[in-house]
Protein backbone atom coordinates (compact mmCIF):
# COMPACT_ATOMS: atom_id res chain seq x y z
CA UNK A 1 0.00 0.00 0.00
CA UNK A 2 1.69 3.04 -1.13
CA UNK A 3 1.37 6.16 1.23
CA UNK A 4 -0.69 7.93 -0.70
CA UNK A 5 -3.40 5.36 -1.03
CA UNK A 6 -3.21 5.09 3.04
CA UNK A 7 -7.28 6.20 3.91
CA UNK A 8 -8.09 8.69 6.88
CA UNK A 9 -10.72 6.97 7.30
CA UNK A 10 -13.21 10.10 6.82
CA UNK A 11 -14.54 10.31 3.37
CA UNK A 12 -14.28 14.10 3.33
CA UNK A 13 -10.87 14.60 4.38
CA UNK A 14 -9.85 11.68 2.00
CA UNK A 15 -11.56 14.17 -0.70
CA UNK A 16 -9.80 17.26 0.03
CA UNK A 17 -6.20 14.98 0.51
CA UNK A 18 -7.04 14.30 -2.92
CA UNK A 19 -7.79 17.30 -3.94
CA UNK A 20 -4.29 18.63 -1.77
CA UNK A 21 -2.22 16.32 -3.97
CA UNK A 22 -3.69 17.52 -7.62
CA UNK A 23 -2.59 20.92 -6.74
CA UNK A 24 0.66 19.83 -5.26
CA UNK A 25 1.25 17.98 -8.84
CA UNK A 26 0.12 21.31 -10.58
CA UNK A 27 2.82 23.48 -8.94
CA UNK A 28 0.68 24.95 -6.00
CA UNK A 29 2.31 23.42 -2.32
CA UNK A 30 0.54 26.50 -0.41
CA UNK A 31 -2.70 25.99 -1.70
CA UNK A 32 -2.01 22.10 -1.73
CA UNK A 33 -0.47 22.58 2.57
CA UNK A 34 -4.15 24.85 3.69
CA UNK A 35 -5.87 21.83 2.24
CA UNK A 36 -4.09 19.03 3.73
CA UNK A 37 -4.58 21.39 7.38
CA UNK A 38 -8.42 21.39 6.61
CA UNK A 39 -8.38 17.87 6.14
CA UNK A 40 -6.10 17.00 9.10
CA UNK A 41 -8.77 19.46 11.19
CA UNK A 42 -11.57 16.54 10.88
CA UNK A 43 -9.06 13.47 11.24
CA UNK A 44 -5.90 14.62 13.84
CA UNK A 45 -4.92 11.09 14.15
CA UNK A 46 -3.81 10.38 10.47
CA UNK A 47 -0.20 9.88 10.59
CA UNK A 48 0.00 9.54 6.92
CA UNK A 49 -1.62 12.90 6.36
CA UNK A 50 0.67 14.44 8.76
CA UNK A 51 3.74 12.83 6.43
CA UNK A 52 1.79 14.61 3.22
CA UNK A 53 1.26 18.15 5.08
CA UNK A 54 5.01 18.08 5.66
CA UNK A 55 5.93 17.44 1.97
CA UNK A 56 3.55 19.93 0.72
CA UNK A 57 4.85 23.01 3.33
CA UNK A 58 8.43 22.08 2.72
CA UNK A 59 7.95 22.13 -0.98
CA UNK A 60 6.35 25.88 0.10
CA UNK A 61 9.59 26.66 2.05
CA UNK A 62 7.47 26.69 5.20
CA UNK A 63 10.61 24.82 6.80
CA UNK A 64 9.50 24.92 10.50
CA UNK A 65 6.10 24.23 9.35
CA UNK A 66 7.07 21.05 7.41
CA UNK A 67 9.66 19.96 10.96
CA UNK A 68 6.11 20.58 13.29
CA UNK A 69 4.39 18.26 10.69
CA UNK A 70 6.88 15.68 10.82
CA UNK A 71 7.28 15.52 14.06
CA UNK A 72 3.35 15.23 14.48
CA UNK A 73 4.01 11.88 12.45
CA UNK A 74 6.08 10.56 14.41
CA UNK A 75 4.23 10.40 17.71
CA UNK A 76 1.32 9.17 15.65
CA UNK A 77 3.10 6.69 14.02
CA UNK A 78 6.47 5.96 16.35
CA UNK A 79 7.97 3.10 14.67
CA UNK A 80 8.04 5.27 11.62
CA UNK A 81 7.29 3.85 8.50
CA UNK A 82 7.40 6.72 6.47
CA UNK A 83 10.75 7.96 7.22
CA UNK A 84 9.86 10.99 8.90
CA UNK A 85 12.76 10.74 11.00
CA UNK A 86 15.04 10.60 8.13
CA UNK A 87 13.29 13.87 6.81
CA UNK A 88 14.00 15.78 9.98
CA UNK A 89 17.40 15.02 9.56
CA UNK A 90 17.91 16.65 6.42
CA UNK A 91 15.79 19.81 7.52
CA UNK A 92 18.42 19.81 9.98
CA UNK A 93 15.51 19.09 13.36
CA UNK A 94 17.53 16.21 14.34
CA UNK A 95 21.16 14.48 13.85
CA UNK A 96 21.32 12.10 11.15
CA UNK A 97 20.40 8.59 11.83
CA UNK A 98 22.76 6.01 11.61
CA UNK A 99 20.30 3.79 9.97
CA UNK A 100 16.45 3.88 8.62
CA UNK A 101 13.62 2.47 10.41
CA UNK A 102 13.38 -1.30 8.84
CA UNK A 103 9.57 -0.72 8.96
CA UNK A 104 10.50 2.60 6.10
CA UNK A 105 12.63 0.19 4.35
CA UNK A 106 10.47 -2.68 4.06
CA UNK A 107 7.00 -0.59 2.92
CA UNK A 108 9.54 1.20 0.15
CA UNK A 109 10.58 -1.93 -1.68
CA UNK A 110 6.92 -3.73 -1.07
CA UNK A 111 5.32 -1.08 -2.03
CA UNK A 112 7.81 -0.91 -5.61
CA UNK A 113 8.12 -4.66 -6.05
CA UNK A 114 5.69 -4.23 -9.05
CA UNK A 115 7.43 -1.96 -10.85
CA UNK A 116 11.01 -2.20 -9.88
CA UNK A 117 12.48 -3.93 -12.66
CA UNK A 118 10.74 -1.87 -15.22
CA UNK A 119 11.66 1.63 -13.38
CA UNK A 120 15.14 1.16 -12.78
CA UNK A 121 16.66 -0.64 -15.87
CA UNK A 122 14.17 0.92 -18.27
CA UNK A 123 13.78 4.50 -16.48
CA UNK A 124 16.84 4.90 -14.86
CA UNK A 125 19.72 3.01 -16.72
CA UNK A 126 20.24 0.74 -13.58
CA UNK A 127 23.41 -0.72 -14.03
CA UNK A 128 24.92 -1.69 -11.06
CA UNK A 129 24.21 -5.70 -11.35
CA UNK A 130 25.94 -6.36 -14.52
CA UNK A 131 28.74 -4.29 -13.62
CA UNK A 132 29.32 -5.80 -10.52
CA UNK A 133 28.95 -9.05 -12.14
CA UNK A 134 31.52 -7.82 -14.56
CA UNK A 135 33.87 -6.47 -12.04
CA UNK A 136 34.09 -10.42 -10.31
CA UNK A 137 34.44 -11.40 -13.36
CA UNK A 138 37.45 -9.58 -14.12
CA UNK A 139 38.85 -10.34 -10.51
CA UNK A 140 38.62 -13.88 -10.85
CA UNK A 141 38.89 -15.23 -14.37
CA UNK A 142 35.69 -16.76 -14.73
CA UNK A 143 35.87 -18.69 -11.55
CA UNK A 144 32.92 -20.94 -10.69
CA UNK A 145 31.62 -20.49 -6.56
CA UNK A 146 30.05 -23.41 -4.78
CA UNK A 147 27.55 -20.83 -2.54
CA UNK A 148 26.74 -17.47 -3.57
CA UNK A 149 24.27 -15.50 -1.22
CA UNK A 150 23.07 -12.37 -2.78
CA UNK A 151 21.99 -10.02 0.31
CA UNK A 152 19.49 -7.52 -0.69
CA UNK A 153 18.49 -9.23 -3.36
CA UNK A 154 15.37 -7.63 -4.38
CA UNK A 155 13.88 -9.25 -7.62
CA UNK A 156 16.71 -10.93 -8.22
CA UNK A 157 18.64 -8.58 -10.81
CA UNK A 158 21.63 -9.24 -9.42
CA UNK A 159 20.98 -13.02 -8.80
CA UNK A 160 20.13 -13.60 -13.00
CA UNK A 161 23.86 -12.88 -13.96
CA UNK A 162 25.55 -14.75 -10.88
CA UNK A 163 23.41 -18.00 -11.69
CA UNK A 164 25.30 -19.66 -14.47
CA UNK A 165 28.62 -19.08 -11.81
CA UNK A 166 27.48 -20.90 -8.86
CA UNK A 167 26.12 -24.40 -7.64
CA UNK A 168 23.86 -22.95 -5.19
CA UNK A 169 22.60 -18.99 -4.91
CA UNK A 170 20.52 -17.80 -1.39
CA UNK A 171 19.13 -14.69 -1.76
CA UNK A 172 18.14 -12.29 0.86
CA UNK A 173 15.67 -9.43 1.51
CA UNK A 174 14.06 -7.33 3.85
CA UNK A 175 10.66 -7.44 1.46
CA UNK A 176 8.16 -9.75 1.20
CA UNK A 177 6.87 -8.20 -2.09
CA UNK A 178 10.99 -8.05 -3.51
CA UNK A 179 11.44 -12.22 -2.79
CA UNK A 180 8.11 -13.39 -4.14
CA UNK A 181 8.59 -11.24 -7.38
CA UNK A 182 12.56 -12.90 -7.46
CA UNK A 183 10.71 -16.68 -7.44
CA UNK A 184 8.85 -16.21 -10.00
CA UNK A 185 12.52 -16.12 -11.77
CA UNK A 186 13.12 -19.50 -10.55
CA UNK A 187 17.01 -17.76 -10.26
CA UNK A 188 17.38 -18.86 -6.56
CA UNK A 189 18.02 -22.13 -5.03
CA UNK A 190 16.78 -20.68 -1.73
CA UNK A 191 15.13 -17.69 -0.98
CA UNK A 192 13.97 -15.83 2.62
CA UNK A 193 13.87 -12.90 4.60
CA UNK A 194 16.45 -11.03 6.12
CA UNK A 195 17.30 -7.55 8.03
CA UNK A 196 20.68 -6.54 7.53
CA UNK A 197 20.07 -3.77 10.01
CA UNK A 198 20.12 -6.15 12.52
CA UNK A 199 23.03 -8.30 14.44
CA UNK A 200 23.71 -11.59 12.60
CA UNK A 201 22.32 -13.65 14.98
CA UNK A 202 18.67 -11.57 14.78
CA UNK A 203 19.17 -10.84 10.84
CA UNK A 204 17.64 -14.18 9.61
CA UNK A 205 20.91 -15.10 7.42
CA UNK A 206 21.68 -18.06 9.78
CA UNK A 207 19.08 -19.55 12.13
CA UNK A 208 19.10 -23.23 10.63
CA UNK A 209 22.26 -22.10 7.98
CA UNK A 210 25.35 -22.70 8.25
CA UNK A 211 28.12 -19.57 9.14
CA UNK A 212 31.08 -19.70 6.50
CA UNK A 213 28.77 -21.29 4.17
CA UNK A 214 29.32 -19.14 1.07
CA UNK A 215 32.58 -18.26 -1.40
CA UNK A 216 30.76 -15.08 -2.43
CA UNK A 217 28.50 -12.68 -0.79
CA UNK A 218 27.17 -9.80 -3.02
CA UNK A 219 25.30 -6.43 -1.72
CA UNK A 220 24.14 -4.79 -4.93
CA UNK A 221 22.62 -1.24 -4.17
CA UNK A 222 21.69 -2.49 -0.86
CA UNK A 223 24.25 -0.63 2.01
CA UNK A 224 22.54 3.03 0.83
CA UNK A 225 19.60 1.97 2.36
CA UNK A 226 21.79 1.37 5.82
CA UNK A 227 23.86 4.10 6.93
CA UNK A 228 26.35 2.31 9.14
CA UNK A 229 27.80 -0.55 7.83
CA UNK A 230 29.66 -2.37 10.75
CA UNK A 231 26.66 -4.66 11.23
CA UNK A 232 26.61 -5.72 7.70
CA UNK A 233 30.33 -6.62 8.23
CA UNK A 234 29.78 -8.39 10.66
CA UNK A 235 27.09 -10.63 9.12
CA UNK A 236 29.29 -10.96 5.54
CA UNK A 237 32.41 -12.05 7.70
CA UNK A 238 30.36 -14.53 9.61
CA UNK A 239 28.73 -15.91 6.04
CA UNK A 240 32.19 -15.78 4.10
CA UNK A 241 34.33 -18.65 3.92
CA UNK A 242 38.16 -18.85 3.82
CA UNK A 243 39.33 -16.45 1.06
CA UNK A 244 35.46 -15.77 -0.27
CA UNK A 245 34.50 -12.94 -2.08
CA UNK A 246 32.52 -9.61 -1.04
CA UNK A 247 31.43 -8.01 -3.95
CA UNK A 248 29.24 -4.60 -3.16
CA UNK A 249 28.48 -1.32 -4.21
CA UNK A 250 27.67 2.18 -2.45
CA UNK A 251 26.50 5.55 -4.18
CA UNK A 252 29.82 7.84 -4.04
CA UNK A 253 29.88 10.31 -1.02
CA UNK A 254 32.84 11.98 -2.36
CA UNK A 255 35.37 14.31 -0.59
CA UNK A 256 32.87 14.25 2.13
CA UNK A 257 34.07 11.87 5.37
CA UNK A 258 32.28 9.01 6.38
CA UNK A 259 28.58 8.49 5.19
CA UNK A 260 25.93 11.03 4.55
CA UNK A 261 22.36 10.75 4.12
CA UNK A 262 20.62 12.33 0.58
CA UNK A 263 17.80 14.29 -0.38
CA UNK A 264 16.79 10.84 -1.68
CA UNK A 265 16.66 9.41 1.67
CA UNK A 266 19.47 6.90 0.77
CA UNK A 267 23.24 7.28 2.22
CA UNK A 268 26.47 7.74 0.45
CA UNK A 269 29.82 6.31 1.55
CA UNK A 270 33.27 7.34 0.93
CA UNK A 271 35.67 5.44 -0.95
CA UNK A 272 37.84 5.92 2.70
CA UNK A 273 34.92 5.07 5.19
CA UNK A 274 35.06 1.41 2.90
CA UNK A 275 38.40 1.04 3.22
CA UNK A 276 38.64 1.71 6.88
CA UNK A 277 35.54 -0.74 7.20
CA UNK A 278 37.19 -3.38 5.57
CA UNK A 279 40.22 -2.87 7.32
CA UNK A 280 38.58 -3.37 10.86
CA UNK A 281 37.06 -6.27 9.47
CA UNK A 282 40.40 -8.26 8.43
CA UNK A 283 38.99 -8.37 4.54
CA UNK A 284 41.15 -7.35 2.18
CA UNK A 285 40.52 -4.73 -0.60
CA UNK A 286 40.46 -6.99 -4.43
CA UNK A 287 39.19 -4.42 -6.98
CA UNK A 288 37.56 -0.38 -6.76
CA UNK A 289 35.57 0.78 -9.67
CA UNK A 290 33.99 3.89 -9.55
CA UNK A 291 31.17 4.41 -12.12
CA UNK A 292 27.53 5.93 -12.90
CA UNK A 293 25.21 3.41 -11.27
CA UNK A 294 22.00 5.27 -12.40
CA UNK A 295 20.19 8.19 -13.34
CA UNK A 296 18.12 10.49 -10.85
CA UNK A 297 16.13 13.45 -11.88
CA UNK A 298 18.01 13.39 -15.57
CA UNK A 299 21.16 13.86 -13.24
CA UNK A 300 24.22 10.81 -12.93
CA UNK A 301 24.26 9.05 -9.77
CA UNK A 302 28.29 7.89 -9.30
CA UNK A 303 28.71 4.82 -7.23
CA UNK A 304 31.59 2.76 -6.23
CA UNK A 305 31.97 -0.74 -6.60
CA UNK A 306 33.88 -2.90 -4.38
CA UNK A 307 35.49 -6.48 -4.49
CA UNK A 308 36.94 -7.74 -1.21
CA UNK A 309 38.33 -11.23 0.22
CA UNK A 310 38.10 -12.90 3.58
CA UNK A 311 41.98 -13.96 4.10
CA UNK A 312 43.13 -17.50 4.48
Given at each position: MTLNQLSSGDLIADRRADYAKMLAEAGEPESAADLMGQALERVPEWAAGWFRLADYEEKSGRKEAAIDALRKTLVLNPKDIFGAGLKLALLGATEMPEQPPSLYVERLFDDYADRFDHALVEKLDYTVPEKLAALIESATAGAQFEHVVDLGCGTGLFGERIRERTAFLEGFDISANMLAKAETKAVYDRLARADLSLPPEQSGVFGNFAAARADLVSAADVLMYLGSLD???????????????FAFSVED?????????????????????????????????????????RMDAGQPITGILFLARKPA
Open positions: GVAEIVCELLSSRGLAGTLDGFVLRPSLRYAHSEAYIRDLLASHRLEMVAVERTVI
